[in-house]
């Protein structure tokens, strides 16, 4: 009898799921760049993103790397805006401005850096204290304040600035450091200086917004001297999407109402752009913003305006830049970001890492896009494979015998429809792995150089994020790890069924939880610690949360509350 009511109870909660899934309540939004690409990528191979995070630190972070061009690290010892040494890493391999001998140790990039130290924390590394080297101290250096700009910046310093790699010339270039250096700051919160940093970094933004008053028409700004500038750049009014993420980070961790004020400012300056303004990789986290702040702070920003921005290539200035779709020779290249017009189409490995640390959260504050995100995600984390070496057909890659240099965790910087070079590389077909690291010293830099370290150092954003299921091509995307300084939640995961027909998943909690469903806003089983059998629809999304059994549950202005803490902010009574 015992037997019999367990198999009742098991058969209860998996079909509960199958009959409240069907009749999903929150109506899914589809985002148009993203219907264009596969339901189902072909060919489909997902590789463990973790385990390639992890493989990236040990083997990058090792002085006695031995082989050709190895190490990639350095210690700089010039001791720019603090009086320590800090870690040099090659923006890409065998670049010859770079390394301990060239330019006196000082040209390396906050981009190849942080990116690394974010990438590794996020998989559980820590960096703080790494046979005995603190890396994530050693990122003060790049907080510019011997030139009284008091930001963080790709640069240590002025001296090295022209040989590349922004500083005070390409905006985004000077804001996106400043946001890595606030997930980084999330991850060490008793770091140091990390405090005192992250107020002036947000007095000078908060500052910069003021003075731009709703206007950010400009090349870059001058946190110097306070003053917006113009150059043969493109003008980036994107810029606010950074200058809002930065200033709200700030909000949430310090509480300073100004900070608030700034970023609703900046977002509000986005919000009333005409036409496309995406210049690099900003744009999603203005769409992440403006789901976030809607459902935290009331306001009533355009997320699928922002969306569709952030995926559609519209872009005018920085012509063609979004999100790819399309099969190139059989090859599932979609939801790769960059440009989508350039040779046909060339997308770079950081942007595609990068977009999903905005992109994937932002399902909890507006579950409405969970199945259009799911899909761009599967995607992305299938064709990103194919930026490195030992995954791409050599017959698709410009340096089909030099895979051995990569250690099997550096990839090629882009996917082209065609080479972008035009005198090598011609008859390679679609899509062509490469890079544009000889073009930057023509004549000098080695072939070698279309490797890409700093794109490869993001890596931990997705081995942080993307899980395998028992379903191959259905992912579990964990909601809240790049969520940073959200609210204090309960796991949350992002499931898409790319498939026509239902699948039948199992899902382990992570205690003894009730499941809530964010998009059909129903609980799906009760008072469970172990793996439970779930079903998803055809071509649909589920987002579980698991939220502590028997708590009361409370609804307040339409959001769901458990424990005091919101879980659904568009909770329907239906």
């Given at each position: 009898m015992k037997y019999i009511l367990?198999?009742?109870?098991?058969?209860?909660?998996?079909?509960?799921?199958?009959?409240?899934?069907?009749?999903?309540?929150?109506?899914?939004?589809?985002?148009?760049?993203?219907?264009?690409?596969?339901?189902?990528?072909?060919?489909?191979?997902i590789i463990d993103w973790k385990k390639m995070a992890l493989r990236f630190d040990s083997t990058v972070y090792d002085f006695k790397a031995k082989g050709a061009y190895w190490p990639l690290i350095w210690m700089d010892s010039t001791r720019?805006?603090?009086?320590?040494?800090?870690?040099?890493?090659?923006?890409?391999?065998?670049?010859?401005?770079?390394?301990?001998?060239?330019?006196?140790?000082?040209?390396?990039?906050?981009?190849?850096?942080?990116?690394?130290?974010?990438?590794?924390?996020?998989?559980?590394?820590?960096?703080?204290n790494q046979q005995?080297?603190?890396?994530?101290?050693?990122?003060?250096?790049?907080?510019?304040?011997?030139?009284?700009?008091?930001?963080?910046?790709?640069?240590?310093?002025p001296e090295v600035a022209l040989l590349g790699g922004g500083y005070g010339r390409d905006w985004w270039y000077d804001v996106y450091p400043n946001v890595l250096f606030y997930a980084i700051y999330e991850k060490y919160p008793a770091e140091p200086d990390f405090d005192l940093l992250a107020k002036k970094i947000a007095e000078k933004f908060f500052k910069a917004d003021s003075i731009l008053n709703g206007n950010y028409h400009y090349s870059y700004f001058d946190y110097g001297a306070m003053l917006p500038k113009t150059n043969t750049i493109c003008l980036q009014p994107d810029a606010a999407a950074g200058h809002a993420y930065v200033l709200y980070a700030a909000y949430k961790k310090f509480g300073d109402p100004r900070y608030l004020k700034g970023a609703i400012s900046a977002m509000k300056a986005l919000n009333a752009e005409k036409i496309n303004p995406t210049y690099e990789l900003l744009m999603p986290?203005?769409?992440?913003?403006?789901?976030?702040?809607?459902?935290?702070?009331?306001?009533?920003?355009?997320?699928?305006?922002?969306?569709?921005?952030t995926?559609?290539?519209?872009?005018?200035?920085?012509?063609?830049?979004?999100?790819?779709?399309g099969s190139w020779n059989g090859i599932d290249i979609s939801g790769t970001v960059g440009s989508t017009v350039d040779h046909g189409g060339y997308s770079f490995l950081m942007n595609t890492f990068d977009a999903a640390w905005p992109l994937v959260p932002l399902v909890k504050y507006q579950p409405a896009y969970a199945t259009a995100i799911g899909k761009w995600m599967l995607n992305a984390v299938n064709a990103s494979r194919l930026f490195y070496p030992q995954y791409m057909p050599l017959e698709h890659q410009t340096l089909p015998g030099f895979a051995e240099v990569t250690k099997g965790v550096i990839a090629y910087e882009g996917l082209?429809?065609?080479?972008?070079?035009?005198?090598?590389?011609?008859?390679?077909?679609?899509?062509?792995?490469?890079?544009?690291?000889?073009?930057?010293?023509?004549?000098?830099?080695?072939?070698?150089?279309?490797?890409s370290v700093y794109g490869s150092g993001h890596v931990g954003i997705f081995g942080s994020m993307v899980r395998k299921t028992n379903v191959e091509g259905?992912?579990?995307?964990?909601?809240?790890?790049?969520?940073?300084?959200?609210?204090?939640?309960?796991?949350?995961?992002?499931?898409?069924?790319?498939?026509?027909?239902?699948?039948?998943?199992?899902?382990?909690?992570?205690?003894?939880?009730?499941?809530?469903?964010?998009?059909?806003?129903?609980?799906?089983?009760?008072?469970?610690?172990?793996?439970?059998?779930?079903?998803?629809?055809?071509?649909?999304?589920?987002?579980l949360l698991e939220i502590p059994s028997g708590k009361k549950r409370t609804v307040k202005n339409n959001q769901l509350q458990v424990a005091g803490r919101v879980i659904d902010y568009h909770y329907s009574r239906k």
């Open positions: 367990k198999l009742f109870l098991l058969f209860t909660i998996s079909s509960q799921f199958t009959v409240i899934s069907g009749q999903a309540q929150v109506k899914q939004v589809q985002i148009a760049r993203v219907k264009e690409m596969a339901n189902l990528p072909q060919p489909l191979n720019k805006n603090f009086d320590q040494p800090v870690l040099g890493m090659y923006t890409a391999i065998g670049d010859v401005r770079q390394g301990p001998g060239n330019n006196k140790g000082m040209f390396h990039e906050a981009l190849a850096n942080m990116g690394a130290v974010l990438g590794a924390s996020l998989v559980g590394v820590d960096k703080s005995g080297l603190n890396y994530v101290a050693m990122l003060k250096n790049y907080f510019n304040r011997d030139t009284g700009w008091d930001i963080m910046m790709n640069n240590t310093a986290f203005g769409a992440y913003l403006a789901a976030r702040m809607n459902a935290e702070e009331g306001t009533g920003f355009d997320v699928p305006k922002m969306l569709d921005w995926f559609s290539g519209t872009a005018v200035c920085r012509e063609g830049w979004g999100f790819l779709a082209a429809k065609a080479s972008t070079f035009e005198d090598r590389y011609l008859d390679l077909k679609a899509p062509v792995a490469q890079g544009d690291g000889p073009k930057w010293v023509p004549g000098k830099n080695p072939e070698i150089s279309q490797f259905i992912l579990q995307l964990d909601l809240n790890v790049t969520d940073f300084f959200a609210a204090p939640g309960f796991p949350s995961w992002l499931f898409y069924n790319p498939y026509p027909i239902a699948k039948k998943l199992s899902f382990k909690p992570t205690g003894k939880v009730d499941i809530y469903n964010l998009v059909t806003q129903k609980v799906i089983a009760r008072n469970v610690s172990k793996a439970i059998q779930f079903t998803i629809p055809a071509l649909t999304s589920a987002i």
